[in-house]
DNA sequence: GGCCAGCCACAACGAACAGTTGGGCACGCA
DNA sequence: TGCGTGCCCAACTGTTCGTTGTGGCTGGCC
């Protein structure tokens, strides 16, 4: 491909033999095979050099396109210089759809989203020190135990939302406040144990007297979805960002809460030293990001006063 | 790659294996050849199968955008059902222009622009007959001339606009009518003999009483470029739609010409029998382009009634 | 018109590669 | 402990790739 794409450049199949280090009858029987293989002729054959023929021309952006394809596979795993790579929880987290905003308007960043598949987060912080990700969006609750050349800072935060079946005595509402969630059974399948949501969720139930069922495993979102979709009386919370659940589906229904906005703060961990360069663009993305509706509720961790406050002015800068 | 890509979907190298009709042990030296290469762990192998590294996660997409360039390109060519193939005179022509601005509101139009390289309408013509072009924006001044399998309809109108040097006496007006032009050298090289344009360039002349000098060589449009701008006599003519020439370099002046504006007339030849079925598209967006400014001057074979008339609005509907 | 220079295609050969069969190891399960 | 599954490794073979050597074609030049 790298041979016809040069050829059709430089006219003479003689000069991407040069350039590309090979023989000039390699190139010819390159182009042949290729030739061949598409049982169409590429190029007319002067006695001056080659010449690209309407197939030829109508494949040249094709080749073009997959070598570009290809260098960017290839730099995107590259050891050393690779592509800016961010582990979220999940594909269509709120974390991911910033991330892909972001993307949109930056389409030239060479940026990989992955996801660990792991819950604890130190495993999360081990993979940012060894170098396997750049960045990673998980909440060390206790800054204390963040190792020195790790650091986080607050991204942004996420408002939640009831998400409830069509039966449900709430799915009416245009908006809710926290208090009219109480009595009312909120399911929260796949939490794991002592992970931050863990924390987030016992915050919540503590603060305004909830009823949140977060034991149970997750069956997947379709599970959810159904079980939903047919009671009369489970709702779940949401994140207002993400696109776990498609809401025209099974005529479910996203409620805001207000007064005050239950929010989930995402934060960001990264190495402190030498972080990937691509990563402040990113990071000052976050600001721009709609800020959350007043007044809002947080969990103690992200009102507290951060020790990375002064952090993030220096990453920002 | 397609082993690599379909052993991370399905899980398994041996379900790859089956599907891409190889045994097991040739997609696993695959994948542990392309691991190989780019010296990076793609999958980590379990008992139960296979599953993606944080390295393969961010490779997954790239392979994937390779494969479906590869698809993209072979159906580009595939002789009988390939891309729509549409000839132009340049690819930075007005033409062009026109269809990428289609093109980029349509993105799923596997569209191919090619040039023929041939000043001769009547190459184009026999290009369409044997299908190496779906069609071509040429013009037969005389229509009796044109085979009765080749069917040709009014595209569009290019106005012109001059375009001139900043010490051009004409280079701080903010719009020209034609009468205006008289006296100036209008230069426009690389016209070739008898063909539509000179035809074009002819009328002009004869119904402004300009100065249009067509001869000479054309020495590409860096020549013109640089000409135009030390000269404080010369200009030029360019369609206002075209990209030949970028205003902001040298700082050139594009002069819209008004009362009437001269505009060029696009048309476009095609097969009458069994046309591609993507062209009904692209000549329905024709119709949605802006209209020539009122009053307009046309060349006599655009004005004159024309015989395809009737033909125009049935491949349109 | 004959000759040369430049360029591409064909032929033969050795090295490298890709795919197959056969065998072995690790893991999960009854 | 035996079995099934899924992967890797080894040996073998047909194909492919790139090289060298050679010939044909074309355009320019004496």
């Keep these: 491909m790298r041979s016809f794409v040069r050829a059709a450049e430089l006219g003479q199949l003689q000069h991407a033999a040069d350039e590309l280090g090979v023989t000039q009858q390699a190139v010819s029987k390159r182009i042949a095979t290729l030739e061949r293989k598409l049982d169409v002729r590429l190029f007319t054959r002067t006695a001056r050099g080659v010449e690209l023929t309407l197939d030829g021309q109508a494949f040249l952006p094709h080749a073009r396109n997959i070598i570009t394809g290809v260098d960017r596979a290839i730099t995107a795993i590259r050891p050393g210089s690779r592509a800016l790579r961010i582990d979220v929880l999940g594909l269509r987290s709120a974390q991911a759809v910033v991330l892909h905003d972001y993307w949109r308007s930056h389409p030239e960043t060479d940026l990989d989203v992955v996801t660990l598949r792991v819950n604890d987060p130190r495993e999360a912080v081990a993979a940012v020190q060894a170098g396997e990700i750049d960045a990673s969006f998980r909440t060390i609750t206790d800054p204390a135990a963040l190792p020195r050349d790790v650091q986080m800072i607050h991204a942004f935060d996420s408002p939640l939302e009831l998400l409830v079946g069509p039966r449900h005595p709430l799915a009416s509402a245009r908006t809710l406040t926290p208090s009219r969630l109480r009595k009312h059974r909120i399911w929260v399948p796949g939490i794991a144990p002592r992970s931050e949501w863990a924390e987030f969720y016992d915050q919540l139930v503590t603060d305004f007297d909830l009823r949140i069922d977060a034991a149970g495993p997750n069956f997947g979102n379709e599970v959810l979805q159904d079980t ?36 989930y703060p995402l934060s960001l961990i990264f190495p402190r030293t030498n972080p990937h360069p691509g990563l402040r663009a990113i990071i000052n993305h976050f600001g721009s990001l709609t800020p959350l509706p007043e007044p809002a509720w947080l969990p103690s961790w992200a009102t507290k006063p951060r020790r990375s406050d002064g952090d993030i002015e220096s990453a920002r800068r």
């Design 228 to 263: 939903l979709a047919d009671s009369a009386d489970v709702a779940t919370l949401v994140g207002a960002r993400d696109r776990y659940i498609w809401p025209t589906n099974y005529d479910l229904r996203r409620i805001p809460i207000v007064n005050p906005t239950l929010a």
